[in-house]
């Protein structure tokens, strides 16, 4: 009876348009560590010779590598997972409805919410944070950090769970709770390091292009910033609230699954 | 003669909205939704959709009662299509805008460029060509809109007048802020990348010219029938042969001479942007052409010769 109620669970979203998990967790600053690099068929680490300095250095980063190692492995997993999700729900669809019509119109919402998140998330990570060192030690990074860290948490072991049939009722609830405090919080990390980078984007004219040049285009970064930034006025409601709607539908629904056991 | 009773109920809610009776077996949509606006002055006939079931096609406004697969009771349904505007008035609006809003970056008006540059005219010969090619550009679509075009429908949503608007007037202030900026550089090749850019610009907008008055031949005065458009002596229309809207791809062509002329990559983007949005609409016009004539010349694409 349980493994139905949570199979109904795995439809119902489904059927919800059940959230995949896009590229949005931060993605490592590296492809692939150097450690890796050794392991796998790469002939030009093996070229360099080496003195015992050398060796050390070597000895470093392979500790190094297998720790990168370690997390590449868990969040590529993570990754698979989250878009095995988005698969399953798109191959659910076209299983019951025999046609592919109509299963962007289901999804879309859920998608598009969460890659506009994802590119949220990359514009944080490499436009601000990393580009704009003198920023990175200020508090509200900290806050966006540990909101993103938690969210992602949740996020992952929820999917994770989900396609193992085997979800705890506390991750589900985590999942279409924490949000309520985390979303807004994020936001405010988000927009107080932006706020905080702007003086040094002004001064440095990073990411900027000024006239005259022979494309006779200019581009501001630091009015750019304050437009994404007055962009999250209108953006984040939505997003918000179609959070809550989810939170509605699901919680909602897994009443209803309980109540026919 | 047996009179036909119509009502009209409300495609969402199934409301009786109106009920007409005596109506003329011959009576058009076009009368019927006459009929309805006086009782709902509201909805005057262009913001009305009439159809025979709720989720149906329209009607057009030429399709007559009685043939019409109802029996001498018509049930119709009625959607609001919102407040209407007229083609001509968003055509006109959104061409008059850049006409207006580049003349006054050319002429460097107050509050732009800053004091030390108000009134004073640029340097460079392009800056001026260029501003005759733009201003010669949106006042041929003006007159075009008022004595060429044969439009299909009278009108279309409001809100589209807000969408158009913004697009030309918005990219037209960004390619005019450029083009006419005191620290504006001149195009790499000089002369010679001018001349040639001219001369495509001036190629592309007499084709253009040429496929309009083409289009219009099509048609009669006041009517809407639609015909296969086929080459005809203007050497110009000759691209029938191979492109279903010689009018778009002629229209690109001018663009793409202009953003040579003026080496401006917001000219090229604009560009860009417009070809995307033509082609949309090339490929839908060749659809419908291919649905509605068996004989449609196979070897014509939408807008690119044998690409697109």
Not at chain 1, 49 to 64: A, D, M, P, T, Y
Not at chain 2, 134 to 159: A, C, D, N, Q, W
Not at chain 2, 170 to 181: E, L, Q, S
């Amino acid at each position: 009876m349980r493994g139905v109620g949570s199979l109904s669970a795995l439809s119902g979203d489904c059927q919800r348009g059940f959230s995949p998990a896009p590229a949005c967790a931060p993605p490592p600053p590296r492809v692939s560590p150097p450690g890796l690099g050794q392991t796998m068929a790469s002939s030009e680490e093996d070229g360099a010779g080496g003195g015992s300095l050398e060796e050390k250095e070597k000895g470093r980063k392979r500790r190094l590598g297998a720790l990168a190692t370690a997390w590449l492995i868990g969040y590529n997993i993570a990754m698979t997972a989250g878009w095995l999700v988005l698969a399953i729900a798109m191959a659910r669809f076209y299983m019951q409805k025999g046609t592919y019509k109509g299963l962007y119109k289901t999804i879309q919402k859920t998608l598009k919410f969460f890659q506009t998140f994802a590119v949220s998330r990359i514009f944080m990570v490499w436009f601000i944070t990393h580009s704009i060192k003198q920023i990175q030690n200020e508090e509200s990074v900290i806050l966006y950090l540990v909101v993103w860290t938690v969210t992602e948490i949740t996020r992952y072991s929820f999917y994770t769970f989900n396609l193992l049939n085997h979800l705890p009722y506390f991750i589900k609830w985590a999942r279409y709770n924490f949000f309520i405090i985390l979303y807004p919080v994020g936001v405010a990390g988000e927009l107080l390091t932006i706020y905080a980078a702007l003086p040094y984007v002004k001064k440095t004219g990073i990411f900027s292009l000024r006239l005259p040049n022979k494309y006779n285009v200019s581009f501001d970064y630091y009015y750019f910033l304050i437009i994404v930034m007055a962009s999250y006025i209108p953006l984040f409601p939505q997003l918000y609230f179609h959070m809550l709607w989810q939170r509605r539908k699901v919680l909602h629904g897994e009443v209803t699954v309980e109540k026919d056991d | 003669m047996k009179h036909y009773e119509v009502e009209i109920l409300d495609a969402k809610t199934r409301d009786k909205l109106c009920f007409l009776d005596k109506v003329e077996p011959n009576a058009t949509i076009a009368e019927i939704k006459n009929l309805f606006t006086k009782s709902h002055p509201q909805w005057y006939p262009a913001r009305q959709s009439l159809r025979l079931d709720p989720k149906g096609k329209s009607l057009k406004d030429e399709d007559v009662l009685q043939n019409l697969p109802v029996g001498t009771t018509a049930t119709l349904y009625f959607r609001d299509l919102g407040a209407q505007i007229s083609w001509v008035t968003v055509f006109l609006t959104e061409y008059a805008g850049p006409l207006l809003i580049y003349l006054l970056f050319y002429f460097r008006v107050p509050f732009i460029y800053g004091p030390k540059y108000d009134f004073i005219s640029s340097k460079h010969s392009v800056v001026h060509l260029a501003c005759i090619c733009h201003s010669f550009h949106y006042i041929k679509r003006l007159l075009e809109t008022i004595f060429v075009h044969r439009f299909s429908h009278g009108t279309m949503p409001l809100r589209n007048i807000f969408k158009n608007c913004t697009y030309y007037w918005g990219f037209a202030a960004w390619m005019a802020y450029y083009i006419n900026h005191p620290l504006y550089t001149p195009p790499t090749y000089g002369d010679e990348q001018v001349k040639l850019a001219l001369i495509i610009f001036l190629f592309c907008q007499l084709g253009n010219f040429s496929i309009h008055i083409a289009l219009r031949n099509l048609r009669p005065a006041g009517s809407k029938t639609r015909k296969i458009p086929y080459p005809t002596k203007n050497p110009f229309t000759w691209l029938f042969l191979l492109v279903s809207c010689p009018n778009y791809t002629y229209e690109v062509g001018s663009w793409i001479g202009f953003a040579i002329m003026t080496q401006c990559l917001p000219v090229a983007l604009f560009s860009l942007v417009g070809f995307i949005q033509m082609t949309i609409w090339a490929k839908g016009k060749h659809r419908s052409y291919l649905k509605e004539f068996r004989d449609y010349p196979p070897l014509r694409s939408p807008i690119v010769p044998f690409l697109l």
